[in-house]
């Protein structure tokens, strides 16, 4: 499992190595810059875990909480992020009604399965002279997807294609 790897990456109680860290409590309120051994005593006393979130600015950045509550959190989060993958749908400005309804039932299908989903328009030769037709299929895809989803990018152009993301709500 991942969670050993977590578990080194997190500085907490006597693994933090700086001598005074900013204290923010459980509510978040901020408790102000202590030595580590004060925000260790007042962790210890509530029963918490005192732990590094923001290791890179001075002083370090240190939360009263729970370690093993705070490392399921993320842990749960970096498996959210990896199961979100993008994937692609391409198609044409001259697209036919059934192939079209084929590509919106993908699209249904991998915003269901939680992924984005990255809708490409390929223009070939002269077909550049007329974007309209081509934002009129968004419109058309956007017209037939029923469901909760947004629309993270609307359509736009980047050289001879248009692009436009959608992702699940």
């Known amino acids: 499992m991942g969670g050993e790897n977590i578990n080194k990456e997190i500085r907490a109680n006597e693994r ?3 001598k005074e860290v ?3 409590d459980v509510d978040g309120k901020q408790l102000g810059i202590m030595p580590v051994a004060d925000a260790l005593k007042i962790a210890g006393e509530r029963g918490l875990d005192l732990v590094e ?4 600015v001075k002083p370090p950045v240190c939360r009263i909480l729970d370690f093993g509550k705070y490392r399921y959190q993320l842990s749960k989060k ?7 993958d993008i994937k692609e749908i391409k198609i044409r400005p001259q697209i036919t009604e059934h192939d079209l309804g084929l590509k919106v039932k993908n699209i249904r299908r991998f915003l ?12 070939r030769g002269r077909e550049i002279v007329r974007p ?14 029923t469901g909760k989803f947004n629309v993270e990018q609307s359509p736009r152009f980047e ?3 248009i692009t436009m993301i959608l992702t699940p709500k």
């Open 132 to 145: 309209e037709f081509g934002m009129k299929v968004f419109e058309k895809i956007l017209g037939t997807l």
């Open 16 to 18: 933090i190595r700086a």
């Open 53 to 56: 979130v923001a290791a890179n």
């Open 78 to 84: 970096q498996s959210q992020k990896k199961s979100a």
């Open 22 to 24: 900013r204290l923010v």
């Open 112 to 123: 269901d399965e939680g992924n984005k989903a990255k809708i490409m328009m390929f223009f």
């Open 159 to 161: 050289g001879k294609n």
